[in-house]
């Protein structure tokens, strides 16, 4: 990354004018962020994305950061003597996986990133999906991928039935920024652990966000000759997964991002976590720092 330092006077306004336009047009906007990948283990990323996210506040727009942590319930896991196991790519979550899971997530990581962004100088509350009855949820019915008359029970992973917005209103109206957690509640007042990207991308439909915004750990959706495509909208998408071009973990990613987009969130931006600032730079410059998926 250049240094501001040696940038020209004359560049330096450039790079501060080339953003007002962006600034005007998203003021007041609510721009909901999925944290997870690299900028989530880095220490120097954390720090880009913690003053990335208050400057956003700072400049007038709302946003909402809901986080994953895989990595950190692995390790966590580990350290219990217990081996994580997958089916068809979801975390199989038993009672006493569940409550590793709740305390590393809106333990540990949740406050790990609250205490980043107040001392970036914002002003952060954790929220679970328990918060305010956010996240009504059921347990995730997973149909066997190559014999639909077979259903797999992993645990208590869930699937969201309603979200509730109006904690995360409050709490932005009030300058605050929501850092949530993707745990819901059941009907009996059961936890589930449910996949952060799908969070993310119901939230921001149930906010009528401005922006999706999700960092991972790719430069954003590629094309068969592994050239990035900057820009693409809805009815593209749905081409690539048709021909296999977008397969494998990013299927459930985009598959939420897409349905985000058709639904009425402008703009979904898929990012590359590891580049610093690559939030900023996508939501206030013209430079294209991953995947824009339009909705129209």
Wanted: no cysteine; net charge negative; hydrophobic share 45%.
């Amino acid at each position: 990354m250049t240094d501001l330092q040696s940038i020209a006077p004359r560049d330096k306004a450039e790079i501060l004018a080339q953003a007002l336009p962006y600034i005007r047009k998203f003021h007041g906007k609510t721009m909901v962020i999925k944290y997870g990948g690299n900028a989530m283990t880095d220490p120097a990323l954390q720090a880009d994305f913690a003053e990335d996210v208050v400057l956003l506040k700072l400049v007038g727009m709302n946003p909402v950061v809901v986080h994953g942590g895989g990595p950190q319930i692995e390790t966590a896991l580990n350290r219990l003597g217990k081996k994580g196991e997958f089916i068809q790519g979801m975390r199989v979550t038993d009672a006493e996986t569940m409550e590793v899971v709740e305390w590393v997530l809106a333990g540990e990581v949740q406050q790990d990133i609250v205490g980043l962004i107040n001392q970036a100088g914002g002003k952060a509350v954790g929220l679970t999906g328990r918060d305010g009855g956010m996240i009504r949820a059921q347990k995730l019915r997973m149909v066997d991928s190559k014999d639909p008359s077979i259903e797999h029970d992993i645990g208590q992973v869930g699937d969201i039935v309603s979200i509730d917005p109006s904690v995360v209103k409050a709490l932005q109206d009030d300058a605050f920024i929501p850092v949530i957690s993707p745990i819901g509640f059941g009907e009996d007042n059961e936890s589930y652990n449910i996949n952060a990207d799908v969070v993310a991308s119901k939230l921001a439909t149930v906010l009528q966000a401005e922006k999706l915004v999700l960092l991972t750990n790719i430069p954003g959706v590629l094309n068969k000759a592994g050239e990035l495509l900057t820009d693409l909208t809805s009815r593209e998408i749905d081409a690539l997964f048709a021909d296999g071009t977008i397969s494998g973990g990013m299927l459930p990613k985009i598959a939420g991002a897409l349905d985000a987009a058709k639904a009425g969130v402008n703009a979904v931006h898929i990012i590359d976590g590891r580049v610093p600032h690559s939030m900023l730079l996508e939501i206030l410059t013209e430079q294209a720092y991953g995947t824009m998926i339009r909705s129209h």
